[in-house]
């Protein structure tokens, strides 16, 4: 490169001067100041001395040649146009990192660098899915299922001994009764359900005797109220002296009336026959 630049600058400076020799021998030279006689040789020792004193400036460009640059070195060595049939390179791959130029034919990029990404493989091995790499960070968990068997629970001792599916036949049952306070798990045949604290529910009785209504157990705690209707005699109160002396149920002919007509302001409870309501005179019934 750098001698084709100084072979074509040679080349350039030689074409100047026989230009200027062969010009100076026919034309008029006004700079001439060392001319010293009319002789061809003394012409041409002349026309040199213009030359030089002119310093070399060219006169009009070159026919059929370029300028070309005159200092490659302040110009960084760039071509000078292409070369024929082949691209522009890079000058220093350093710079690049090492980029390769241009790809390999049959061959995709791959990881320069493979401890930055890991160890992870590079695309898929045929027929082979990805596996875990720790098993331990997945907590022992088994990849994919045994062929028929289910997943069992690993620690029966968190799930408390509840039983894994039913037993045939047999359905599930309380493991701790005691908490469920006795109670009697299903029906005996024939027998009702009956409680088995009657302490808890106050004596009552559980279930219907034959022919025998349900009555209280404690009549003490309900007030003494009779359980059940006498025949032929209406309901009446134990105790009057609680209910202030009201006579529970009618008598046969005789209608209601007020035991304490005083406390009522002396009215008169009912009609009197053949008679019509009146006051009393509220002193006395």
Same mark, same amino acid.
């Given at each position: 490169?750098? &001698?084709?630049?100084?072979?074509?600058?040679?080349?350039?400076?030689?074409? =100047?001067?026989?230009?200027?020799?062969?010009? *100076?021998?026919?034309?008029? +030279?006004?700079?001439?100041? =060392?001319?010293?006689? @009319?002789?061809?040789?003394?012409?041409?020792?002349?026309?040199?001395?213009?030359?030089?004193?002119?310093? $070399?400036?060219?006169?009009?460009?070159?026919?059929?040649?370029?300028?070309?640059?005159?200092?490659?070195?302040?110009?960084?060595?760039?071509?000078?146009?292409?070369?024929?049939?082949? %691209?522009?390179?890079?000058?220093?791959?350093?710079?690049? *990192? /090492?980029?390769?130029?241009?790809?390999?034919? /049959?061959?995709?990029?791959?990881?320069?660098?493979?401890?930055?990404? !890991?160890?992870?493989?590079?695309?898929?091995?045929? !027929?082979?899915?990805?596996?875990?790499?720790?098993? $331990?960070?997945?907590?022992?968990?088994?990849?994919?299922?045994?062929?028929?068997?289910?997943?069992?629970? &690993?620690?029966?001792?968190?799930?408390?001994?509840?039983?894994?599916?039913?037993?045939?036949?047999?359905?599930?049952?309380?493991? @701790?009764?005691?908490?469920?306070?006795?109670?009697?798990?299903?029906?005996?045949?024939?027998? !009702?359900?009956?409680?088995? @604290?009657?302490?808890?529910?106050?004596?009552?009785? %559980? !279930?219907?005797?034959?022919?025998?209504?349900? +009555?209280?157990?404690?009549?003490?705690?309900?007030?003494?109220?009779?359980?059940?209707?006498?025949?032929?005699?209406?309901?009446?109160?134990?105790?009057?002296? &609680?209910?202030?002396?009201?006579?529970?149920?009618? +008598?046969?002919?005789?209608?209601?009336?007020?035991?304490?007509? +005083?406390?009522?302001?002396?009215?008169?409870?009912?009609?009197?026959?053949?008679?019509? @309501?009146?006051? &009393?005179?509220?002193?006395?019934?």
């Amino acid at each position: 490169m750098a &001698t084709t630049l100084k072979s074509l600058s040679f080349f350039v400076i030689l074409l =100047m001067v026989i230009s200027l020799f062969f010009i *100076g021998t026919t034309e008029a +030279r006004p700079f001439n100041i =060392m001319k010293s006689g @009319n002789s061809a040789a003394s012409g041409g020792t002349e026309s040199f001395f213009d030359v030089l004193s002119l310093e $070399g400036i060219k006169d009009g460009p070159s026919p059929g040649v370029g300028h070309g640059f005159i200092n490659s070195e302040i110009l960084g060595e760039i071509k000078e146009g292409p070369s024929p049939g082949v %691209g522009n390179e890079f000058t220093n791959s350093e710079i690049l *990192g /090492g980029i390769k130029d241009g790809s390999s034919p /049959g061959a995709g990029h791959e990881f320069t660098n493979s401890g930055i990404l !890991g160890g992870i493989k590079e695309g898929p091995s045929p !027929g082979a899915g990805h596996a875990f790499t720790n098993s $331990g960070t997945l907590g022992g968990i088994k990849e994919g299922s045994s062929p028929g068997v289910g997943h069992a629970f &690993t620690n029966s001792g968190t799930l408390g001994g509840i039983k894994e599916g039913p037993s045939p036949g047999v359905g599930h049952e309380l493991t @701790n009764s005691g908490t469920l306070g006795g109670i009697k798990e299903g029906p005996s045949p024939g027998v !009702g359900h009956e409680f088995t @604290n009657s302490g808890t529910l106050g004596g009552i009785k %559980g !279930g219907p005797s034959p022919g025998v209504g349900h +009555r209280f157990t404690n009549s003490g705690t309900l007030g003494g109220i009779k359980e059940g209707p006498n025949p032929g005699v209406g309901h009446e109160f134990t105790s009057s002296g &609680t209910f202030g002396g009201i006579k529970k149920g009618p +008598r046969p002919s005789i209608g209601h009336k007020f035991t304490k007509n +005083r406390i009522l302001g002396g009215i008169k409870e009912g009609p009197s026959p053949c008679c019509g @309501n009146k006051y &009393t005179t509220g002193t006395k019934h």
